[in-house]
C-alpha cells in the first residue's frame, strides 16, 4: 500500500468555511483514489472504487458552497495557490485466465481390491468411481503401513453396487512415482472420478512405499519391466465383466476407452505401456487398447545420462498425450525428460503444459497431508518427518500455490481426455497466450 500525504491549508485567510469543507472533501477524495490503486484493486471491485466523475452529492455541495470573493492580497501577501484538479487513477483489467474445472456432478466412491491374489505378482488396486445417489458412508482412508492415514474430503467407502447407471465410463489407469503407494495423488483420481471415469491405481508390487520403508525394492530392470505389466493386468480385470473381483466394476467400463496416466516412474509407465519395453529383466509387450496418456512429471532418462526408455520406444508411441510438468521439477527435470519425449514421440495431437514454479511433489497429496497434520490430525513422527521432507519439492512458498497446481493439472487434463473420448475442444494455445503462470504449447 503507497502512503499519502494531502496538505490543507492552516490559515482560513481568505476562505470561507463552507470552501474549507468542500476542499476536505474533495482531498479525501483523492486519499481514497490513490490507495485503491496502490493496494491493486481489479476487476469489477476496481472500476467501483475509482469513479470517473466526482459523486452527485459532491457535485451538489460544490455548486452551493462556491467561495465568496477574496480580498485583494497586500503587496507583502503572497497571493493563494488555486488547488489543481488530480485526475482519477485508471485501475488496470485484471490478468487474463483460465476457466478452471473443479468437482464434477458425481458423488465419489471408492474400494480396494486385489487381483491376481493366487500369482506370484499380486496387485492390490484402489478404484475410484462415480457414484449414484447419496450414501450414508464412511469417508474413504487412505492409510500407510504405520497406520497413519489421510482422509478424503470427498471419496466414500462403497463397492460397485454403488456405480452410477449412466454408464458404461472411460477408464483411466493410474501409476505411482517409484517408491509411492496407489493413492498418491488422490485429489486427481478422485476428480477424474466425479466427472465420469472409473479409475484404477494399482500398487507396483515391488516399488511401493512399503516396500522402500523396509529395504526390499526390486531392482530398476525388474521394476522398469514390471510396471507396464501391471497396468495390462489392470485393463485386463477391468474390462473382463465375469472377473471374480473386479466383474463388477467392468461393467460400467467402456473397454473402447481406456487411458493411462501417471506421475513420476508412473509417467514412464503410460509410455512404456503404449511402446512395449524390453531390458536385461525380460520384454513386455505393447497394448493397443490404450487410446491415450497423460505422462505427469515423467521419467525417460536419469541424472546419470542413461535413459529408461530408448529413442526407438519413444518414437513408437504414437496416442494422443499431454504431458504435464512443473518448471523448477528438480527430480525429473524438464530436460532431458520432457524435451526427449515432446521431440521423439509420435503423438498427434500432442500438448505439452508447464506449471511455472511447480516442483516434482506439487502432483501428489504431499501439500495436503502437510495441510492435515499442522490442523492436529494425529500422525507418528517417522511420518510426518517423510512427509515434510517431500514437502520441501513443492509446498515451498516459492511453489506455484498447491490449489492452483492442483486446478490447472485437473482442468487441461479433464479437457484433453474430453477431446478424445466425447470429440471436445481441447485448450487452444492462443487462449493461453496471457496466462502467466503457464507455458503450453500444442503440435
Not at 93 to 109: F, N, R, T
Not at 398 to 423: C, E, H, Y
Request: with cysteine; glycine share 8%; hydrophobic share 40%.
Amino acid at each position: 500500500m503507497l502512503g499519502v500525504g494531502v496538505i490543507l491549508p492552516t490559515s482560513r485567510r481568505g476562505w470561507s468555511d463552507a470552501t474549507i469543507a468542500v476542499m476536505r472533501r474533495v482531498a479525501l477524495l483523492v486519499v481514497a483514489g490513490v490507495i485503491a490503486a496502490g493496494c491493486g484493486a481489479s476487476g469489477d471491485e476496481a472500476s467501483s472504487a475509482a469513479p470517473a466523475t466526482a459523486t452527485p452529492e459532491v457535485a451538489e455541495a460544490t455548486a452551493t458552497a462556491a467561495p465568496e470573493p477574496s480580498p485583494e492580497p497586500s503587496p507583502t501577501e503572497a497571493p493563494t495557490a488555486t488547488a489543481t484538479p488530480v485526475p482519477e487513477p485508471t485501475p488496470e483489467p485484471p490478468a487474463p485466465d483460465l476457466e478452471l474445472i473443479g468437482d464434477g456432478a458425481y458423488g465419489v466412491g471408492s474400494a480396494t481390491v486385489v487381483i491376481g491374489a493366487d500369482s506370484d505378482r499380486p496387485l492390490t488396486v484402489q478404484i475410484w468411481f462415480p457414484m449414484a445417489g447419496e450414501l450414508d458412508a464412511d469417508a474413504v482412508r487412505y492409510t500407510f503401513i504405520t497406520g497413519d492415514y489421510y482422509e478424503s474430503p470427498r471419496a466414500l467407502a462403497a463397492g460397485a453396487d454403488r456405480i452410477a447407471p449412466a454408464g458404461p465410463f472411460p477408464l483411466v489407469v493410474y501409476s505411482h512415482g517409484s517408491g509411492g503407494v496407489r493413492y498418491i495423488h488422490s485429489d486427481y483420481t478422485e476428480t477424474l472420478a466425479s466427472h465420469g471415469y472409473v479409475v484404477a491405481a494399482p500398487d507396483h508390487t515391488g516399488n511401493t512405499a512399503v516396500e522402500q520403508f523396509l529395504g526390499t525394492e526390486d531392482d530398476r530392470d525388474l521394476t522398469a519391466l514390471n510396471r507396464p505389466s501391471d497396468v495390462i493386468a489392470v485393463i485386463d480385470a477391468m474390462t473382463d465383466p465375469t472377473d471374480p473381483v473386479t466383474g463388477g466394476y467392468a461393467a460400467a467400463v467402456d473397454a473402447e476407452r481406456i487411458a493411462v496416466s501417471g506421475h513420476s516412474f508412473g509417467g514412464f509407465t503410460a509410455y512404456a505401456t503404449i511402446a512395449g519395453h524390453a531390458n536385461e529383466a525380460g520384454t513386455s509387450p505393447p497394448d493397443d487398447r490404450v487410446d491415450a496418456i497423460i505422462p505427469i512429471a515423467p521419467a525417460t532418462g536419469s541424472r546419470e545420462g542413461s535413459t529408461l526408455l530408448t529413442d526407438a520406444q519413444l518414437t513408437a508411441v504414437d496416442v494422443p498425450a499431454l504431458v504435464i510438468v512443473g518448471t523448477d521439477d528438480k527430480t525429473t527435470p524438464v530436460e532431458p525428460n520432457v524435451e526427449r519425449a515432446w521431440e521423439l514421440t509420435s503423438s498427434a495431437p500432442h500438448y505439452r503444459l508447464e506449471l511455472v514454479a511447480a516442483e516434482h511433489q506439487s502432483f501428489t497429496d504431499v501439500c495436503d497431508y502437510v495441510a492435515a497434520y499442522d490442523a492436529g490430525q494425529e500422525v507418528s513422527d517417522p511420518v510426518r518427518e517423510v512427509v515434510e521432507t517431500f514437502a520441501v519439492e513443492g509446498c515451498s512458498a516459492d511453489d506455484m500455490p498447491i490449489q492452483r497446481v492442483k486446478g490447472l493439472t485437473n482442468t487441461f487434463a479433464l479437457r484433453f481426455l474430453a477431446s478424445v473420448f466425447a470429440d471436445a475442444p481441447m485448450i487452444d494455445a492462443a487462449d493461453t497466450a496471457g496466462v502467466a503462470d503457464i507455458v503450453y504449447a500444442a503440435k
